[in-house]
Nanobody, 116 residues
Framework: QVQVVESGGGLVQPGGSLNLSCSAS????????MGWYRQAPGKERELVAS???????NYAESVKGRFTISRDNTKNTIFLQMNTLKPEDTGVYYC??????????WGQGTQVTVSS
């Protein structure tokens, strides 16, 4: 199975920034879609941003203009640059990797807390 590891979470003040990283241990071309999801206390997990191997991206409406997903295909790694953070961005952020044949693998999650 693919191994997915996230890092970069932490505690920041409103208006601050964080950059999350996610690496998947797999051969190049075996992973198509990689994406970031988050889950706030008492709420369902939701898509934040995703990226296909070919470069197509998708963002949640709540983060457009503030978050940017990027991808390094040579390392099976994605990043999430989060700017102008708000308290409602607080939650556990999870990385998911989808292989070309349909298998999904989730990371362990990294905590993001936005508070003054």
């Amino acid at each position: 199975q693919v191994q997915v590891v996230e890092s970069g979470g932490g505690l920041v003040q409103p208006g601050g920034s964080l950059n999350l990283s996610c690496s998947a241990s797999s051969k190049i071309y075996s992973i198509d879609i990689m994406g970031w999801y988050r889950q706030a206390p008492g709420k369902e997990r939701e898509l934040v941003a995703s990226s296909t191997y070919s470069g197509a991206t998708n963002y949640a409406e709540s983060v457009k203009g503030r978050f940017t997903i990027s991808r390094d295909n040579t390392k099976n790694t994605i990043f999430l640059q989060m700017n102008t953070l708000k308290p409602e961005d607080t939650g556990v952020y999870y990385c998911r990797a989808q292989e070309w044949f349909g298998r999904n693998t989730w990371g362990q999650g990294t905590q993001v807390t936005v508070s003054s």
